[in-house]
């Protein structure tokens, strides 16, 4: 019975993300995406706005908590790199650059339907484009499409951890994409 509990908890401890993979996920998926038509550095102040949410993630109440998660996931992996950016001014740079995150589509199995379905309950999904902008001008600077999926196999062997780290790779992955292009 302890050798059964012992590699239940193994097996749990091993599907948590760590902060190298998270890193090296997103610096992989980063370089996957198409590039803005200048620099982020060009930029004097930098200003990241509430996520836009679709139809499809509107019309469920469970959806759209889970949307203020990752929201929340990415301000906190976004924002101090911005306020970092604006402290520090130049006088080449000038303008405002916006991002405003678009979620099309977004389906995070919760660890109670990985419990009794498993991989049935299907894969996880986020779907978000980065819509970044010049503030003054309206100009599109860059669009890029953060597309990701938790495996419904993987999210049954871990009973839902990585359908939960799905969250940290995409914010990791939108603030990597800025750091790319700075």
């Known amino acids: 019975m302890r050798y059964t509990l ?3 908890l193994l097996l749990l401890v091993g599907c948590a993300a760590n902060p190298e993979t998270v890193q090296s996920v997103a610096a992989t998926e980063s ?16 200003e990241l706005r509430q996520m836009a ?15 203020r998660d990752l929201e929340n996931r990415m301000r906190a992996a976004i924002d101090p790199l ?7 001014p130049s006088a080449d740079r ?39 902008t010049e503030k003054e001008s309206g100009e599109t600077i860059a669009n890029p499409r953060l597309k990701m999926e938790a495996d419904a196999m993987a999210g049954g062997w871990s009973i839902g951890a990585t359908d939960q780290n799905l969250l940290d790779y995409v914010a990791s992955t939108a603030r990597q994409y800025l750091v790319d292009n700075y």
């Open 6 to 8: 012992f590699l239940a």
């Open 31 to 46: 370089a996957r995406l198409a590039k803005p038509t200048r620099p982020f550095s060009t930029f004097a102040h930098y």
């Open 53 to 67: 949410l679709g139809p499809a993630v509107e019309r469920e109440e469970g959806k759209v908590e889970e949307a």
């Open 82 to 88: 911005l306020a970092q950016w604006a402290a520090a």
């Open 94 to 132: 000038s303008g405002t650059l916006v991002i405003e995150p678009r979620l099309a589509a977004l389906k995070v199995v919760s660890g109670g339907a990985r419990f009794w379905a498993g991989a049935w309950a299907g894969d996880s999904l986020i779907d978000i484009d980065l819509f970044v």
